[in-house]
């Protein structure tokens, strides 16, 4: 069966870029119709979709993040990965890796502190 795990550093400093990725197995990154999103959540607060990149490598953003938010991926190595710029503690959270077009698929989840 298909399975999402996320890996990346567990603290960022204030400014700094985040950056996480998400490796799949069990099931290809560029298979019809799925896209795989990223999505969040901080602490006390509801999720929120941050972003995706579709099967065919197309990207698509939550217009509060789009500024600050990158989702690329490495078909070889079947993995997509997030990046999000000047990090404040605010973006502390919970960020999870997701397949989507279909049942959500969830990863495990990996905490994220951004702190100095």
């Known amino acids: 069966q298909v399975q999402l795990q996320e890996s990346g550093p567990g603290l960022v400093k204030p400014s700094q870029t985040l950056s996480l990725t998400c490796t799949v197995s069990?099931?290809?990154?560029?298979?019809?119709?799925?896209?795989w999103s990223w999505i969040r959540q901080p602490p006390g607060k509801e999720l929120q979709w941050m972003g995706a990149i579709t099967y065919t490598g197309s990207t698509y953003y939550s217009p509060s993040l789009k500024s600050r938010t990158s989702i690329s991926r490495d078909t070889s190595k079947n993995q997509f990965t997030l990046q999000l710029t000047s990090v404040t503690p605010e973006d502390t959270a919970v960020y999870y890796c997701?397949?989507?077009?279909?049942?959500?698929?969830w990863g495990q989840g990996t905490q994220v502190t951004v702190s100095s």
């Open positions: 997701a397949r989507e077009g279909g049942p959500r698929l």
């Open positions: 069990g099931g290809s990154i560029t298979t019809n119709p799925h896209y």
